[in-house]
Each structure stands twice: as structure tokens, then as C-alpha cells.
């Protein structure tokens, strides 16, 4: 999984730890001090990890005790969204997505979160746009922060959620474009016909690959709205309604799109089709106005011994007058029929 | 957002604001008095506002105690249709549609509506046509009105909806008329059969819009009707119900369009097969009458020294029968086979 | 609404009001004695209107005391097959459907039913083929019809359900003929090809259309089978769900045939792709068989002062074999290799 | 429904009637003697009837005192697969499938089955192959025929389903051929291509067929084996649990066929587009090779009085030979970039 | 159902029997004292049989106690994935898949289990990968074999469901390469869309068959995790829970990709008429730039007494100019409207 961006390599794998009281941040933590941080009353810890090694991760199960197989998805990374609960923890896997600028093409990172009474842990995998700014943002609003770890999940979550958007909006604007290539087919070129059949499949595959990450996330998301899941405080649910209903909007649009570019396609083929219609009736029209002075040279051009017409004087001018004339004849037909 | 109806422009942010008391308009408010008016016994207060600043909307909030989350919503649009419940109010998000008559195009509206137990707040974004004609017909009928706000809100809800059927019902009728031109293909030309394809397209677009916009809004309308919601008198359900017929209704022409949409788009291409079949033969078979006798031509230009058929008399006059008989058996036969 | 039977104009919009006692008729009523009927014991009222004027339906509304919402949806028709529970009565609404033999269009009616505790409202609009035999059949079985007005419900679904039973089977046997000049494609000309196709887009608007008709019905005769709907005696339950099969029964076949449908399209396409490769194959070894002799004559009709064939006694009988040769080799080759 | 099945014009109405008791035939009996045998404690009657006349049937209804609806059903065939409640019976109706050796075609028949505490009535209508197995097969096992009439249905329901295991096998088996001949096209010709198309049309018909009478089966199958149907004894669930695995792989076989049948379908048309395009170019490239000789050769018959070529000693065979190199030069060519 | 692999032939049927106590192997067993070791308290038997006579399977029915219905399932193998529950025992039918490395199909294997208080059977059916590994795994974990027969059954799906993974990749993996194939359809040649045809096909019929042995897996591991199965201790739930999500993730997998196909077989034919289209024109544009000096020649090959270009003293080089010219200036005029 290695990616272009050199300046990431120098990242730590713990981005920031730190302990919030009342909604603000308490203290910086090393990963040894997060048992006994947690253990004091009215704070909580959170933690954020990018890429971390499978002995930091272990290192972090024993501080906070978390479950074993939800480790070993941590670590595997390549899950789909979901939401598991353990005794005493909710465990949380969300994708993200960005699109990869010299490429044109869509990536996939994932976040995995472990959200407990007191504490909060976020591990980051293959995503570009690190999660800092959740970090700012909830620090700015300390009443808000105050509601405790449920919180800091709604934040990350929406700061998720909308990162589809743009991408959502972005193929959008795309799939309108196609539009105006393939109903002005005519004009274009084939090359253009080509690339824009091209670019209507690698669209849906986008699609899918984007509808495969965020439809589970709307089921993860009402559990998280309207079951008694734990450590989620009620004050918090409907923010988390606010981002399902984000999803919702995020699926809906996907789902149209698709169906567009279904009978985008649809239509492509059937104005293709007809263009061939036409540039097949174009051609013979042609062909046979060209056709028809050869069959009469072919006529005058017969070695027969008698044949008056070769020896008037005006033969040949009246042999071309009346090629063109059968030329033109047809030409004013094949207008008349539309054929040209 | 810039639209093309200057006379808007004037338009006020707050469109009426008003106290009703047994289903009579009791006074005219500001926005400043509208706090006073709501500690009055058996009375509720209706504002319409249209495309409201932040800052008015904010005042708005206070007035009313609305919640944050509803308020960003309405400050925000681009929301789909939906029903939220808060402690003390209901949220509800409505799109309104219309067909700007310029382009032939659907353009989608908002309404945002704040439903308390002794007001009304309705928000409206994008749309062209005025609600105010929602308010007379409410004022026209005081007894129905003395039901309270959630009256308001049906009245509100039926009128938007009946904005979708005159624009269903055009795509139904456009939808007969392109079956029309799809099937009696042959007789029209292929600029024809490119704009029935960009038709059929473009209103397949519309109808995933339309139906965007629409299938939302049953569910909402549903939830008014069957659950208990508050602030929705019993008496006024059947009203509800009504809407929801309504919707049920325009849902199930926008399927049924759809699926008529892509058996003509097959059926066209279908036929555009038949035509490119009968074409080729017809081409060919005058291809034919044509190249025969160019071949018999060719016989008699070889310049053989005994040709006996170049000495005899009307040896050219037998030439061009034969050639003439040639394409005649030609024009025959191919009429027999139907290829002509 | 203008329809072709002149005969209907004389029909009354009453057709019949009378009282039933003990499932026998008891007397014929005017509109304005119903009330008075409607407070003996143990009797009920049947009345059948036909495409009533407002002022009537209110009179009637007035006497049975009905709701207004179903009123006015009795007045406005277009309404989809709905059932609706007021406090004290049940509103149904049922659609007609009959082919019109000169046009061979599906035209769809309507029957609204009015059902109360001792009475029955049917108001039909535009349907051709009046409900009278169902009245003689009830009155024909007393026994029956001593159970009530639920028990002419009853009748009057199966009649009307029975109405589809025939148009969907004649649609069936369409979709059988037009399978056979589908498959048989080749033998019949490109105008069969064309109607074909015509008639499967047309074949399939009429079960889109059926099936928006048909589809809710079920829905009603569940509910009226299933749940508590008042004024239909537990007696009469296993006739409505023998109605019932029959919806289903007719909703399977719609949705057989429609699939039967997309996929003779698909088939028909396939098979005249196939007969244009068949024809371009046949078209391509006809045309190599006159160019080569053509070919063959130009090269002798060329003017090269020494081309010692010319002068051959039978060069011009060896050249004509050649091409003959020529030909027939092609001939074989094409034959070979079914191009022919 | 004449079938071409002589020896079963002799088969009379009542094909057994017989009372069991302890798992063993107690008795055969006449229709007459039905009602008596009933009244003795623990025996039940099993009575098979083919085809019966409506006396025959009104005959048996008095004995075993059967429902009026039901009666009407079994006299009427074409019912759908269904189970219905009555007081005191359970009514099922099932079809039989059979293909018909001589037309390959599908052919479905119907057996109608009246289970009551203790008897079980089966009525067989156009299924050519008899029932008469299922009773051997179930006196054979007495310790299981002595679990009363609900082990007969199921024996039944066995013995049906299990005929349609060899249908939908042979289906399969075709499928897999025609993929064969599919994916193999171009070597077939296109009369191959023809019927293939139309075998996977009518192979898909089937299916409709088949999935239309196998898919209620379920539903059947589901409740006998789930809720609360009388006479069914605890002990014989297990056996209707694999009835109802058996349906269930029936139906998926019979999707993922149909599934199967449309990818061919698209398949094949792409192929032969692909077939299409590769005629064209090869087409092209032998024109070109027969037209740029035949351009030369008209070259050298124009009658420009100075042509200097003309004079040459070798002038002819210089043409010629430029002819053949032209004609191998756009050989090589074409080879080259793959028209040929 | 005879196979490659020869090694396979010596296996026996009993692949390993032995008793388990406190997660420990405690001793290896025969099928005769399998009874014996039944009744020790604290320990359970797990024997795995492979492809057994009928004769073995009835002995070990009789040892266990296993019930008719599933022993003759385990007998007849092509079930299809699904979980039943008798009284003391629960039998899984799960369905193995393998990639047969020679003809590169898919070949699928069964393995049936018998689960009970303390025991659990295996038997597998034409899979080539035997399931020793699953033993020595469990083996290898005594804390997690400890909780009974109800992990082994864990292990034993783990193993399969992970055999699924690597195919389905590989066909990720083919369908991303076959995207390459269909998009840069021009500079292959038609052999190549022929096989990427036959490709698609293919790949679709492979995960049809996956689809229908992944997805009735989804159900029969909800039930594992969800309901109350016996013999399932609470401890193994999350890891069935780990089961099901990889499931979930195969069958989202499978449907992406054969939506992908679906497009990718409709691009291509789009690309293929594009690729007609510019065929036809290429084609053309050669054509006319031959048929244009060919007439010209004709014209000049009439045999006119008077045609005075002729007797030019640079007639005959004036006429293959302006050959040459007219085909330029088509040469020029079809470069410019992009028909070269």
C-alpha cells in the first residue's frame, strides 16, 4: 500500500493521545499512563492511531482492554462498515474515500473505532486526509465534548460522511457532462462516441465501489440512532440522525446516478444505431451517384460495331450531360427521401 | 441561485406572520411580538418566510425555542423530504417542483416546516410560486382552520403535492406521444428517431428526479398519519391520508413511466434493426440492377479481335435489352423476396 | 369522456335503489326515502348510481350520512384502487377495465363503494358493461344475501374481478402468436419484424396498465379478508379470499408475460443481428461473384497494342468461360462456407 | 385437454378408496361407504379420484362433508398452488409438470388435496403420470402411514416435487449446451445461431412456467411446516422441512438459470456484433483487392490517343503484374492489421 | 464424480476419531467404541469421515443417535447450504469451492456436520482439500477447544468461508483486467473481444454458482449467532458473529462484480457499434477514393468518334492527374469531416 505522498512517511503512528475533563483537554498521555488515566473519574482518553504496528495495537488492547477479534480486524484492516458490540465496548468500522487527483481514481482507506465508557480509540488506515481537524474541532466546542466519547464518534463520523460528498457531487456534475457528449453524438467524433462509453463505465464502477462503502454505513448508523447502544449519550442521537440522514441523501444520489448512466448507455447505443442508419443511406446515395455514370461509360464504351450514337458529332457531351443529369436526378431523389 | 424572475427580487423575507384564534386571524405580528402571542391561551401564530437571512432566521429560533439542528437544516436546504420529531416540535422537509417554462427543465424548491403545539413556521427556498395562496384557502375555511397548526400543515402538504400532478400528467401525455413517434419509426426521418432518443432520455431524468423528490414524501406523510405524532389533531388524518393517496398515485405513474421509457428506448432500437435490415436489402438490390448490366457492359468493351456479336447489326440494341431484361428480372425477383 | 355507445345516454343516473329484508327485496326506494328505509330493523339498502352529477351524490351523501373526503373522491374519479375505514363505514374503490373492440385500446372505469352497517353505495364512472348482473345474481341467491351488504361487496369484487380474467388471457394468447412470428423471423418480411415489435411495446403498455389496476386490488382484498373491517361477516370472509386468489392469480400472469415480453424483445434483436450477418454474407458473395467477371472484362478491355490473347481465334469464348469459371468457383467457395 | 395418451381414456373416476387403520389397509371401499367408515375411531380414508365428474365430486363432498368454495376449485383446475383454512379441513392445491416426449414442451396438471382429521381426499387433473406410487410406497411403510392422513400429503408433496427434479436437471444440462454453441459461434453457422436463439427464448419460458408453479409451492410447503395447520401430526414436520429444502433448490436452480439464459442472450448479440464487425473488414479487404485491378485495368482502356504505355512490347504484362503486386501489397497489409 | 487427484484414492473413509477432554486430544477412537466414550462426562467425540458408504454412515448413526432425515441428506450430498435442528442435535450443510487448476472451473464440494452436547461428525463430499488442518488448528488452541464440539463447528466454517476468498479475488482480480480488455477494445483485434466475450460470460455463470453456495451460508451463520441453537456456547458467538461478516463480505463482493460484468458486456457492445460506425466510414472514404478515377477512366474508355480530349497530346496525363487530384481532394475532405 505504498502511496505518492512522501511527507506521510515521517508520521508517528500515535498522531495524539490525550485525557478530557468537562470537555477539555486534560492532559497529553503517553500510551503507558492511559490505564491510570483512566481509572480517575470524569475523564475519558482519547487516542488517535495511523497505521500503527501489530505490538503498539497490542500495547493499547492491554491499556484499554479491548476484545480480541476486534484487534485482529484493526489489524487486518479490509473490512466492510460495521458496528460490533462487546461487553463493555462498541467497535466501529467506517471507510473512507478520496479521489487520488493524478489518477483520476477512487481510493479506499478505513477507520476502526473503539468506543467505551471512558475512552475513545481511533486507528487510521490507508486514508490521505488525516483526522486532525475532528480532533480541532471538538476542542473548540467543549460543551459539546463534554457529552464524553459518544461525541467525539458523532464528529468523526460526520467528518466522514462528508468527505463523500464532494466526490458524490463531483460524478454528478460528471454524469451531466456525459449527457451533453453522447445526446450531441453527432456532431462528435467517434473518438468522443469511444471515450465517453469509457468514461460511463468506469462511472459505475465508481459507483459501485462508493455504494459498497457507504450503504452499510447507513445501517450502521441507524443502530447507532435507535437501538440502546452504550456510551452513545441520548443528547447525541440526533446528531447522528443528521448524519444518516447524510447517508441517505450520499445512497439516493448514488442509486440515481446509476440508473442514469444505465439508460445513458441505453441511449448512447440506440443514437449510435441510428447514426449508422444514417451514414449508411448518406453512403449510398453517394455510391450510387457514382455508380450510375460508370454503368453508362461502361455502355458507351462497348467495342460493338454499330453503335449510332458514337459517331454524332455531340455524342460524348450528350453522354456526360446525361451522366450528370442521372447524378443529379438522383442527388434531388435521395434529398427528397432524406437520404442525404 | 440567481433565477430569471426579476419581480422576486422585491419580495420580503418574512411573506406574513399572523395570530389565528379559533380559526380567525386574530392580529398581525413582527417577528419581535410573536413570543408575547404564543403565552396566549387558544391561539397559534403562523410565519411564512421565504429564503430568510441567518440572522432572521435565528431570531426565529428564539421566539419559538426551535432546535439547533432544524435550524441549520433550514439555513442549509438541500435537504430530501423528511419527518423529525424533537422534545417539542416536528421538523418537516418538503420539495416543491416546477417546470421553468425557458428551458423545459424541472427545477426543485424547499419548504422547511417547524410545527410546534401553537405554531407554524414554513420556510420556503427556491420555489417560484408563492404559498400565499395556502393562507386564503385556510382563512376561507375558520372552522377547519380552528384544528390548529396541524391543519396548516396538511393544507400546506396537499397543495405542494398537487404541484407534482399537472407535471406528472405532462410526462404521461409526452410519454404517448413519443410511443407515437417510436413506433411509426419508418416514416419519419432519422433526425426523428436522434431527438425521440434524447426525449426519451431526458424524460427518464426527469422521472428519477421527480421520483426523488416524491417517494420520500409518502413515507413523511405516512409517519403524519399512522404514528403519533403530536401536534397532529385526529380529526385531520383523513386529510392526511388523502395526501398520501395522492402520493401513492404519482409514485406509481412515475414507476409506470419509467418502465414504459425503457421498453420504447428497446423497442426503438429494435425497430432501427428492422429498418437497417430493410434498407441493406433495398440498397442491394439496386445495387444489383445496376451492377449487372456494368458487367455486361465490361463483356462488350473487351477488345477481342473475334467478338462475333460486335459485327452483327443491332448487336448494341441487343446489348442494352438484355441488360435492361437483366435488371428487370432482377427488379422482380428481388420484389418477390421482399427485398425491395 | 365522450365514448362511441350512444344507447348509454338514456341511462339514469340511478339505476336502481331498493331495500332488502331477510335477503329478499323488500321495496324500490327514491333517493328520498332511503333515510326512512335505513331506520327499520333488519333491512339494508342497496343503491347504483351511475356517473352521478354533485347535486345527487350530495343528496345521497346526505341520506346515508357519508364522509366527505370519500365524496369528493367519488365526485373526481381517478382514483387507484384503495379501501378506507371512516368511523361508521367503509369507502372502496375498485377500477373496470374492457378492451374497446374497434380500437383494441384497454379502457379503464371506476366503482366506488360506499359500505355502512344496513346499506351499500356503488357509483360507477366509464365503464361500458353495467353492474345489473350482480343485483339479479344476489337477488337469484337469498340465502346469500341475507348476509348483508358485505355479502354484495362480495359480489360485485368477483364480478368485477372476473372482467380482467378474459383480457388477461387474450393478452396471453397474443404473447403466444407474437412468439411464434418472432421465432420464425426469417421467413416472414421486415414489416412482420416491425409490427411485431409494435405490437410487443403495445402488448407491454397494456399490462403496465393492468398491473396499476390490479396490483392495489389485492391490497384491498387482503385487508378486507384479513383485518377487522367492519359490516363484512366472518361468513362471507372465505368468498373474499377466493377473490383474492383470483387477483393473484392474474397479477402472476401480468408479470409472466411482461417478463415473457422483455425477453422475446431481447430474442428478436438477437435474431435479426443474426439475419444481417446472414444477409451481408449472402449480399458480400453475389457481389464477389459479378465483380471478378467485371474484373476480368477490364482487363481485357484494356488498349495495350500487344496482348497476344485479343488476337486469339477463341480468346473472347475462353475469356467468357473464365469468368463463368470464375463465378461458379465462387460459388461453390461461398456455398462451402455457408455465405450462401 | 385431449391428450395423446390412449390407455388412460379407460381410467376410471375414482382411482382407490380405501380406510387405513394402524397403518394398514383396512378396507376398500365404495364411494357409498365413505361416511360409515368414517365414523369408526381410528381408521382414516384415503380416496384418489381422477379427473371426476362434478356428480362424482358433489357425491364425495357430502360424504366427507367438504366446503363449497373448495368443491368449486377442484371442479374449475387452473388454480394456483395454495393452502386454505377451513374449520374442519385443510384444502392444498399443487401442480404437476410434466414435458411432453413428442413436442418437448412443458405441460402442467393439477392435484387438489382435501386433508381432514381422518381422511385425505386427492383429486388429479391432466397429469399423465398416476399417484398410484404414492400409496404403494406409503403401505409399504406402515409404522409411517400410521401417522394418519398428514403423512399422506406429504408422500404426496414428496412424490410431486420430486418430478420436477428432473425438469429443471434437464434444463440445466441444456443450458450448458447452449452456452456451447453460444460461445462458440463463429464456428456454427448462422442457422446455429438462429435456433440457439431461439432455444434459450423458449428455455426461458419454461423457467416463467416452472417458477410460476414451483415458487407458491413454498409458501405451502412453509406453512404446513411452520404454523399451527390442524391435522398435521408434530412427527411428520421434518419430512414437509425437506419437502420444502427440495422446493427451495428448485427455485434457486431455476433463477440462476434464468439469470444465466439472459447473460447468454447479451453474450451472444455482443458476439455477434463482434462477428459482424469482422465480416465487414474482411468483406473490405477482398473488395479493395478485386476493386484497385479493375481501376487499373480502366486506366489502360481509356482511348487517349498518346498513351505511351500502350506501346510498350511488355506494356500488358507490366499491367498485369502491377495488378497482382497491388492486390498482394493490400493482402499483406490487410493481414497485417488484422482484416483478414 | 472421478477425479484427477490419484493420491486421493487411499484415503480412508474415517479421516480421524478421537476423544476430546479439557480442550486435549484424550484418546484416538474406533467407530465401535464411539458409544462408549459418549458416556464419560467432560469430554466429546469428533470424527471426520470422508465420502463414507452408506454402510459406515448408518454405523455411525447408530452410535450418535443421529436422526433418519439427515443421514440420508449426508447420503445423497448435493444439499444446499442450510441448518436444521432436530431434538438433541443440529445438522449444517455447508458447501465447499475450489478453482480446478487444469480446466481453471470452479468444483463444488459438500461437507456435512452433525452437531451434539458431545460430539460433532463431519463428513465432506468431493472437496480436494481435506480438513486435517482444521484439527491440528484446533489442537493448537486447548483454551479454545475447550468450550466443546460448538467451537469446532466455528473452526470448521472459518476454514471453508476462507476458502472462498482467494477465488473470489481471483475473479476481482480478472473482471479489473477484463475492464482493461473491453475499454481499449480498437487496438485488439476482434479475436480479443471475442474472448473477452466469452470471459465475461464465463465469469458471470462462476459467480452465479458462488452466489448460490455463499448466500444460503448468510443465513444458516445469522442462525449460529442470533437465535438459540443448542450446543452453541455464548463465548463462540463473536467469533461466528467474525464469520458472518466475512460472508457478508463475499456475497457484496459477488454482486459488485456482477453488476460490473453486466456494464462491462454493455460498454463493449457500445464500443463495438462505435467501432462499426467508424469502420463503415473508413471503409467508405477508400471506397469513393477508387470509385472516382474508376469512373473517370469509363468515361475516357468511351469509344466516341468525337471526343476531342482524347487526341490531346497530354490527354492521357491530364486524366491521371486529375484522378489523382479528385482522390486527394477526397483523401482531404474525409480527413477533415473525420472519416480517416
Not at 500500500?1 to 485525557?19: F, H, N, Y
Not at 490507508?126 to 463534554?146: D, I, N, W, Y
Not at 459498497?212 to 440512532?225: G, H, S
Request: aromatic share 8%; charged share 20%.
Amino acid at each position: 500500500m505504498d502511496r505518492e505522498v512522501g511527507d506521510l512517511s515521517q508520521v508517528t503512528p500515535v498522531i495524539d493521545c490525550a485525557a478530557y475533563a468537562g470537555g477539555s483537554r486534560a492532559a497529553a498521555l503517553t500510551v503507558d499512563q492511559i490505564q491510570a488515566a483512566l481509572s480517575c473519574d470524569g475523564q475519558f482518553v482519547w487516542i488517535g492511531l495511523y497505521e500503527p504496528e501489530q505490538s503498539l495495537l497490542r500495547q493499547v488492547q492491554q491499556q484499554f482492554g479491548l476484545h480480541d477479534l476486534a484487534i485482529e480486524d484493526a489489524i487486518n484492516a479490509h473490512q466492510r462498515p460495521k458496528l460490533e458490540l462487546y461487553e463493555d465496548s462498541v467497535f466501529v468500522v467506517l471507510r473512507t474515500a478520496q479521489r487520488v487527483a493524478s489518477t483520476g481514481r477512487l481510493e479506499f482507506g478505513e477507520t476502526h473505532v473503539f468506543l467505551g465508557r471512558n475512552y475513545i480509540v481511533t486507528v487510521r488506515h490507508g486514508s490521505l486526509r488525516s483526522h486532525v481537524g475532528v480532533r480541532q474541532r471538538c476542542e473548540a466546542t467543549p460543551q459539546l465534548l463534554a457529552q464524553g466519547p459518544g461525541y467525539v464518534l458523532y464528529a468523526l463520523m460526520d467528518f466522514i460522511v462528508d468527505q463523500y460528498l464532494p466526490i458524490v457531487m463531483q460524478i454528478e456534475e460528471e454524469v451531466q457532462n456525459l449527457e451533453g457528449v453522447v445526446l450531441d453524438d453527432s456532431t462528435a467524433g467517434d473518438a468522443a462516441a469511444t471515450e465517453a462509453t469509457a468514461r460511463i463505465y468506469l462511472l459505475k464502477r465508481d459507483l459501485v465501489s462508493l455504494r459498497r462503502a457507504v450503504a452499510p454505513l447507513a445501517d450502521v448508523c441507524n443502530r447507532l440512532l435507535r437501538f440502546d447502544i452504550p456510551h452513545i449519550p441520548a443528547d447525541t442521537r440526533p446528531y447522528f440522525r443528521d448524519v444518516y440522514d447524510h447517508i441517505i441523501r450520499l445512497n439516493e444520489s448514488i442509486d440515481a446516478q446509476r440508473e442514469l448512466l444505465t439508460s445513458a448507455l441505453e441511449a448512447h447505443l440506440s443514437l449510435m444505431t441510428v447514426a449508422q442508419n444514417e451514414h449508411m443511406k448518406r453512403i449510398t446515395a453517394w455510391a450510387a451517384m457514382i455508380a450510375v455514370p460508370t454503368m453508362i461509360a461502361g455502355i458507351y464504351g462497348m467495342n460493338f460495331a454499330n453503335i449510332p450514337e458514337l459517331q454524332w458529332k455531340y455524342g460524348y457531351y450528350i453522354a456526360l450531360v446525361s451522366m450528370l443529369v442521372a447524378s443529379l436526378a438522383l442527388y434531388v431523389g435521395f434529398k427528397r427521401s432524406r437520404w442525404l
